[in-house]
């Protein structure tokens, strides 16, 4: 079966630190752009971080920028989101989805997506 497995996730204090993962399970991230939603309550989901299917592409929305790092490991098959620095805004529920395609950006709009992860709740107290 072809899916994303997310772990990670939790409470933590404001100021601390995260690390969510999201593993393929039944396909290779080998021509997948990955990317990470969250949202948070009463709001609609936002598109946070993404890498794309080609070496270098990276983006980061202006709330996470400097605080968030999105990585690969092609032997796990598995791409990270590390979250530092969190801030009680940061709090939401945290996805990841994947898209087979190549192209020199990735995308940050959830209607592309139709992979995605089980879902995380990242809580950061004040």
């Known amino acids: 079966e072809v899916q994303l497995v997310q772990s990670g996730g939790g409470l933590v204090q404001a100021g601390g630190s995260l690390r969510l993962s999201c593993a393929a399970s039944?396909?290779?991230?080998?021509?997948?752009?990955i990317t990470w939603f969250r949202q948070a309550p009463g709001k609609g989901r936002e598109g946070i971080s993404c890498?794309?299917?080609?070496?270098?592409?990276?983006y980061y929305a202006d709330s996470v920028k400097g605080r968030f790092t999105i990585s690969s490991d092609a032997a796990k098959n598995t791409v990270y989101l590390q979250m530092n620095s969190l801030k009680p805004e940061d709090t939401a529920v945290y996805y990841c989805?994947?898209?087979?395609?190549?192209?020199?950006?990735?995308?940050?709009?959830?209607?592309?997506?139709?992979?995605w992860g089980q879902g995380s709740q990242v809580t950061v107290s004040s």
């Open positions: 989805a994947a898209k087979d395609y190549s192209a020199s950006y990735c995308y940050i709009e959830d209607f592309m997506f139709d992979l």
């Open positions: 039944g396909f290779t991230f080998d021509d997948y752009g």
């Open positions: 890498i794309g299917s080609s070496p270098g592409i990276l």
